[in-house]
């Protein structure tokens, strides 16, 4: 879903990542840990520097990592639509995420939020923010059980096909509660996992220019999707898997403003590849089918299903990164089932100097809304240099373009935002 949600995990994300798409983000725990790596197998972004990394303040078992970034923005664009409209906003974002230093077993408590404050479009001022949990218990050298809870507020995009610009006197907003648990049995090279998510959806209203508001209690749903999977380690690196999962939407309201039934249910049968090839590249790669079916008046959409996300060690100052994806986001348009999104990017981080990366990215997403003729497509690119001044500072500039090129003349758009950034952290 094209919303802006606080990063997992992270809470609130240093500004210069911001300008990498999310598909794009190199998540947490997946720096390769095959039998042999050497430091060119290490990425740019995740290698220790031990001059300029946070050290946090000790706490016991645990170590406090308090940060705050704040940016000056300019936007040619602020509402996405044709008649652009600028403006300059400033983003403050505090974060603290509490870790646990433990031999065994992992502990993590984290909470922040991004407050977005315009110059002139004041109604576009508002406070996102989540708090949460995850950790990790090892069960034994063969077993172990993750788990990740959150809950916060968000906003919706003005680039997502649900928001009404001009109509709206701002973005439309919700809280968002999240949980998603797994465990991994692999006694040897024959492994097993199962998984669950859970995400619960809760829209508020939406003011209206020139007064009122309108309601959005037809968008409150309940996502959870389940999945089994099986893998075999066939060397050090590669391994291949099967993965069969379940997808169930429920909303809450039988019809929607359109009088439209909107809970759906679903299926994925993937094949893939774990693989690290020699010292240079290294990740995940699968294909396979999707199958999701909504009530009568609304299209099923199947069809191939496709993901990787692969990490290219040019050198140790270069890493690049390829991913790509097919999702389906929920949508309240009228006549259409589901927007279906295929996206593909390429990033590269540069480590100039020790201290001072440049990252850049080239990103492009189809989007098909099931049910009508629209087809909406989002290239975009970013480019962005990071200073780390020393542990505790860091400074950061950003440029990033998006469009939306698109059958419906009248929602195309361009957008030209530059930012420019300050990082505190302990």
């Known amino acids: 879903m094209k919303y802006a949600t606080l990063a997992v995990r992270t809470a609130a994300v240093p500004l210069v990542v911001a300008l990498i798409a999310p598909g794009a983000a190199k998540a947490e725990g997946t720096t390769p840990s095959y039998v042999g790596m050497t430091e060119q197998d290490v990425g740019v972004m995740d290698r220790a520097r031990p001059a300029y990394d946070a050290k946090g303040i000790p706490l016991g078992g ?81 077993a172990n059980m993750s788990a990740n809870v959150f809950y916060g507020q968000m906003h919706e995009l003005w680039s997502a096909p649900n928001n009404v610009a001009g109509y709206q006197a701002a973005p439309n907003r919700y809280f968002q509660t999240h949980v998603d648990v797994s465990s991994v049995y692999q006694p040897n090279r024959l492994g097993f996992g199962l998984g669950g998510v859970f995400d619960n959806y809760n829209w508020t209203t939406t003011p209206v220019s020139g007064g009122g508001v309108f309601y959005n209690d037809d968008r409150d749903n309940n996502e959870f999707q389940a999945y089994a999977k099986a893998y075999y380690d066939f060397s050090p690196g590669y391994s291949g898997y099967l993965k069969v999962s379940y997808d169930e939407r429920d909303f809450n309201l039988y019809t929607d403003r359109s009088g439209l039934h909107r809970s759906s249910h679903g299926y994925r049968v993937d094949a893939g590849v774990n693989l690290q090839i020699s010292h240079l590249i290294s990740g995940e790669v699968y294909v396979g089918y999707m199958q999701q079916n909504f009530a009568a008046s609304l299209a099923d959409v199947s069809g191939i299903d496709f993901g990787a996300q692969l990490d290219w060690y040019v ?104 930012s420019i950034g300050l990082a505190l952290h302990i």
Do not use: C
């Open 62 to 142: 645990f170590r406090l990592f308090p940060a705050l970034n704040t940016s000056a923005s300019f936007d040619d664009n602020v509402f996405k639509t044709a008649d652009a409209l600028s403006d300059w906003f400033f983003t403050i974002s505090p974060a603290a995420r509490l870790k646990s230093q433990w031999g065994r077993h992992f502990l993590e408590l984290y909470s922040g939020l991004n407050y977005y404050n315009y110059q002139t479009y004041t109604k576009e001022n508002l406070t996102d923010w989540n708090i949460g949990t995850d950790g990790k218990l090892d069960i034994s050298r063969s």
């Open 315 to 418: 050198s140790p100052v270069l890493t690049a990164h390829l991913s790509g994806s097919r999702s389906l986001d929920n949508v309240v348009l009228s006549g259409v089932s589901v927007a279906d999104n295929k996206n593909v990017t390429f990033s590269a981080d540069y480590e100039f100097r020790p201290n001072v990366i440049v990252q850049g990215r080239v990103a492009y997403t189809n989007t098909r809304y099931v049910g009508s003729g629209r087809t909406d497509d989002y290239p975009s690119v970013g480019i962005g240099v990071m200073y780390l001044v020393n542990r505790y500072v860091s400074l950061n500039v950003n440029y990033n373009y998006s469009e939306r090129s698109t059958d419906t003349p009248a929602l195309a758009y361009t957008d030209n935002t530059v």
